[in-house]
């Protein structure tokens, strides 16, 4: 075997301490060919071709040996080549008989944080195909070796950070994988101080955050129909009834909570809608994380006022996999994978409702029929860029006929919802990030309907159509450490056309108290279009090591009212120690009637004003430490008002409130306030106990009143009173039980009583007299819940087992009252009317 030359050996003595040293002469990652170059000036007689060394070859890892020849021999064999003796002593690279091994390739990539992109040192990177484990750097770089070719894994960890995850492919020829990964930072109590307050994290994967729940704590909760948004009724200052997805966030309306699907308002987010929307159009295997914010949100969120759902979806990584599964009320098919060398990955998901959920929730035989489909693409372009499309579809239809002639009604609707949003973002340079997004959006609604009956006649004709135009960009930049910028601009276009009819008459002694009484028609044949602009800017800034700050501003311009409107809006957020954060907001918050709001079906045919609103927030954090062998135990008090200062008008029904056609009901009444005000008190607690059982609880006290005629009147979803206890228990490594508990206090409900008119000829009649509104409540609501999964790991995949419970001790909770009035003997009946009862559900999932 040849020498090493005297010139190889000073080389050597330069990078180390002797001839060992060249196996860590920083191969890795070369091209092949130049490293046979070094080889042949240090003294190896070395003979290949380009033929055979082509220059796509690269050096996967520093080769282990110390001795020049076995150098060779490990640098040759992971591309299938080998040395033979030659003429003369020289060797030379041909082919090998044997086939290459799996070669190992070198991983480098950098660590970013998603607000500026500044590199994050410190991060944790772990193989987890192996045993591979790498730190980055202060630049945030980091190397590690995947052994053989094939799809691998990176998981990467850093306290203060939101576990993220990434996938790629080995090509097992020698060429390098780079990956980028851009950590989303903890919720609370984290390094980088979050200034909103009133943010619950839900559905992370493994949230840092000890006050917020994981995707595995959010899809333990019982939730009928295996929909969570059913599951966010559970958290502090959610409001919701037994039939409908939809909720109320601290006393507003529904339609002042914002609902984003990987950054894409949902203008329409339910199926069922003909029944108070029973089931929404995500469905919770699709989703990564969720943030629900419930007050003193962030200048970027506009034109809702009260809240904002924030949901991402998963961002597959690993092989492909496929989802099956099957339940009571929804069968739904879908799958995951990387592409393009793991630069790219997609997810596809399908569902279909069952016909008998709506026969299930409210006890009518409608027929429903529903489905949704999501899909969505990813790839990573050079430079660290991304490219996301996203395409959701939805679709309902229901149709009902009974009885003929005199005594008949029907019932046919179909409604359709269509998403398209393209998605870029763009890293400039190493402390700006921008992120671009166009969409287009197309929402149909065919309602047609008609019942003839004793005490009721009309017919409806409802079509309308909704198209969205859409663009918006969002800039951040990491001025420095302690400063964090960020400003972005947009412009919709709703294009919405109406073609509304109804006739009506009434026979009903309740018909007296509508807003509209005895018979009428209504027609409605108009296109309305509305250009919404805004602007935004806030400057995010730590004053020393324990106060942060975030000082915004928003502007908004409606064409629909000809209004311009500024928001300004302030948090602030101080440490007062490692274990505790105050919280501070207060703000300006503004919405508008959008073109598709318009309550044509109630006659009216003017826009409102755009609703002006004030928060302010008030919230205390603190994690207790354990004793002994106990846990922490998380703290969360909150205080906060909303004042909006000119409510628009709405319309409710006293008593009916879950109908096909609200709008026709004999006791729709038209609500006006002056001002609306809404306060309350939220206590949050969360702890374990032991290592088998995490709980925990939540306690509010609030009011929503609004002001009518210089009056405080209560909303028909106040609760003064709400307290919810959740259990979590690991039976064991594959059952796992969840108890969910609820009360608060009944609703507020309106007194109906009888009034005696004589006529002239000494004949009396009684006509219905409505009290003060809202004075009485309902009794106290309360039940438990219940979901126990049973899990699998099989070789052929994952096995998935779940049974529902709801009302396990079987509640009678009243949802109020139907009133049957006999006019000539002066007699009101009400008849209770009750929310669900014990109901059982179950499903199962098979994942491969």
Known sequence: MKQLTVAALLCCLLAGTGPAAAAGAGYAGRPLADVLQELRAGGLRLVFTTRTVDAGMLVAAEPGATEPRAILAELLAPHGLEAREGAGGTLVVVKSPRPAPAQRTVIAGTVRNRQGLAPVAGVEIRLLEAAGRAVSGGDGSFRLVAPGAGPFTLEARRPGFVVARLAGIASGRGEPAAVSFVLDPAPVLAEDLVVTPSRVSLLHEAPAAPLALSRSDILALPQLGDDFFRALSLLPGVAANDVSAEFHLRGARRNETQILLDGQELYETYHVKDFDNAVSIVAPSTLEKVELSTGGFSVEHGDRMSGVLDMTTVRPFGPRRIRIAASVLTQQAGGAGTMARGRGSWLLEGRRGSLDL??????????????????????????????????????????????????????????????????????????????????????????????????????????????????????????????????????????????????????????????????????????????????????????????????????????????????????????????SVLRAAWGRFHQSQRPYELPVEDGETRFSPVERSEHRVLGFEHLFAPRGRGSDVALRVEVYRREVFNPIPRFENLYERINAFPELEPERVRVAPERSVARGLEIFVRSRLGSRVGWWANYAYATTEDEIDGRFVPRYFDQTHALTVDFDLRLSEAWTLNLAWRYHTGWPTTPLTLRENVDEEGESRFEPVLGEPYSERLPAYHRLDLRARRQWRLAAGDLELFFDVQNVYDRGNIAGFDYEIDEVDGTILPDPEKWLGLTPSFGIAFEF
């Open 358 to 579: 709506v026969d299930l929730l409210v006890q009518r035989n409608e027929n429903p029929r529903y489905w949704d489909v999501f899909g969505k693409v990813d790839y990573q372009l050079a430079g660290g860029d991304s490219l996301r499309a996203n395409v959701l579809r939805s679709v309902d239809e229901l149709s009902f006929v009974e009885g003929a002639g005199e005594a008949s009604k029907s019932l046919a609707t179909e409604y359709g919802s269509s998403y398209l949003w393209l998605t870029h973002q763009a890293v400039l340079g190493s402390r700006v990030l921008v992120e671009t997004a166009a969409s287009v959006t197309r929402i149909d609604r065919d309602r047609r309907g008609n019942e003839i009956e004793e005490d009721v006649d009309f017919e409806v004709r409802d079509l309308r159509r909704l198209d969205v135009l859409a663009l918006r960009q969002d800039w951040s930049l990491q001025v420095n450490p302690r400063n964090f910028f960020k400003w972005g601009l947009a412009t919709r276009r709703f294009d919405t056309a109406y073609d509304y009819r109804s006739v009506f008459a009434f026979d009903n002694p309740l018909a007296a108290l509508r807003f509209r009484p005895g018979a009428g028609s209504t027609l409605f044949q108009r296109t309305l279009k509305e250009d919404h602009h805004s602007l935004y800017a806030a400057d995010r800034m730590r004053l020393g090591d324990e106060v942060a700050v975030e000082l915004g501003l928003r502007y908004d311009e409606h064409t629909q009212t000809s209004e311009s409107l500024w928001s300004p809006r302030a948090n602030l957020a101080w440490s007062l120690g490692p274990r």
